[in-house]
């Protein structure tokens, strides 16, 4: 089975391309920094009415619910979120939260 952890994050207003793009490219470094992790993909939106404002998706395979477990707490993780935290929204909107975080499973 194949776990994908679905991430979608919104980006502070002033967060430049540079700093859009250094964000993209921590996650694109951390299966090499964490054996739990098969791979990412990541990628900014494409123009949709029904995105609610999300700016930006990865998503995470795993080869178990085991290894995603592993991955959570790995330093690598908490260092990509430290350093991902300043460009990123971190409050609740009224509506939305500033990130959606969706696991499933397939056969």
Do not use: C, W
Not at 16 to 23: A, I
Not at 81 to 87: T, V
Not at 95 to 105: A, T
Request: charged letters at 30%.
């Amino acid at each position: 089975m194949t776990i994908y952890n679905i991430v979608l994050y919104k980006f502070k207003s002033e967060a430049t391309p540079e700093q859009r793009e250094y964000v993209k490219e921590l996650i694109k470094e951390l299966p090499s920094r964490i054996s739990a992790l098969q791979s990412v993909i990541t990628g900014e939106k494409v123009l949709n009415p029904l995105d609610h404002g999300y700016d930006m998706g990865a998503i995470f395979l795993f080869e178990s619910k085991g290894k995603l477990d592993e991955f959570r707490p790995h330093q690598a993780h908490t260092d990509y979120r430290a350093l991902s935290s300043p460009y990123l929204e971190d409050h609740i909107a009224e509506e939305l939260p500033d990130k959606v975080i969706f696991d499933m499973e397939t056969a």
